[in-house]
Structure formats: C-alpha cells, structure tokens
C-alpha cells in the first residue's frame, strides 16, 4: 500500500505538470492560470450546492426510519470530488467534475456499497471481538471477549481476559 501512494504522490504531480506545460505552450501561460483558478472556484460552488442538497436528501431518509447509505457515501464522493478540484491541475479537476455529476456520483456510491456489502457477507461469522466493564461483588472488571471461527466451524472458540481495577487476583469471565 505505501508503494501505491509514493507513486501516486510521484506521478499524479508530474503528469499534473506535463499537462499543464503542454495546455500553456497551446493556450498561453495566462489563460492557462486562469482556467486552473476558475475550476477551482466553480468546483467549490458547485461541491457546496450539492453538499447541501445531499444532506437535506440524508435529513430526509433519517426522518422516514431509513439509512442514509446511499447519501452518505455520495456525502464523502462530494468532498473527494472537491478535493481534486482544489488541487491545481486539470486531470485532478476533470476527475472532480466527474464526482460531481449526480448520475456518476449515484452510481459510483451504489457500486461501493454493494461492493461492501458483500465482502461483510464473506467474512460474516469470522471474528467478533467484544469489551465491557461491569461491576461485580468483589469490584469492577474489564472483560474483553474474542469469538472466533467459521460458521460451519464447531464447537466456536472463545478467547477471554479480564483485568480487575481493584485487585490483583484473576477472574475468569462467566459464560453466558
């Protein structure tokens, strides 16, 4: 993963500049400037616009009884949209524009939540981790459960700790 953002970091820039030397010596250095300030300043417009718009259609879903999965996830394509369109360059703008277009951006959030959705379903069953601290005759205790195993996997495994507050002796947590 570090890989793939020291290239990212490295070569987003570079082409960046290419493209901008290259849009310069057709257009001229000014017009060039000007066209990056000016996607800059439409792109924040434009990201503020349909920010709101998505958090009303949020406060909507909210009050119907309904997760917002779809407008919270389009929410965060939002604000990456508008991200690439404060970076200066014209294939991070044209990417952001492209976050920004209702459609794209619709089924961009549908393709990630299904795409969720399934990879919990894969590994549902895997691995529950638990943590709590409950108060007992002889003081507080924290309990820490892992439950572990496949679903088909019998019987399930149960790792447990427990760390007492108040004194050094150990306890075993209760099943339940």
Known sequence: MFKVFFLLFLLVP?????????????????????????????????????????????????????????????GMLIFLGGLFLLIPGLITDALGFLLLIPPIRHALANKIIAQR????????????????????????????????GSPKAEPDVIEGEVLDDDSGSDKKPRPK
């Open 14 to 74: 570079l082409i960046e500049l290419y493209v901008l030397i290259e849009v310069g010596s057709e257009i001229g250095a000014l017009p060039t400037i000007l066209l990056t300030i000016l996607t800059a300043i439409v792109g924040a417009a434009l990201m503020r616009h349909q920010g709101v718009a998505t958090l009303q259609k949020a406060q909507n879903s909210l009050a119907q009884g309904q997760v917002p999965a779809t407008e919270m996830m389009e």
């Open 117 to 148: 959705q399934a990879e919990y379903a894969r590994y549902k069953g895997q691995v529950y981790e638990a943590e709590w601290t409950e108060q007992t005759e002889d003081g507080i205790r924290h309990v820490h459960v892992i439950q572990s």
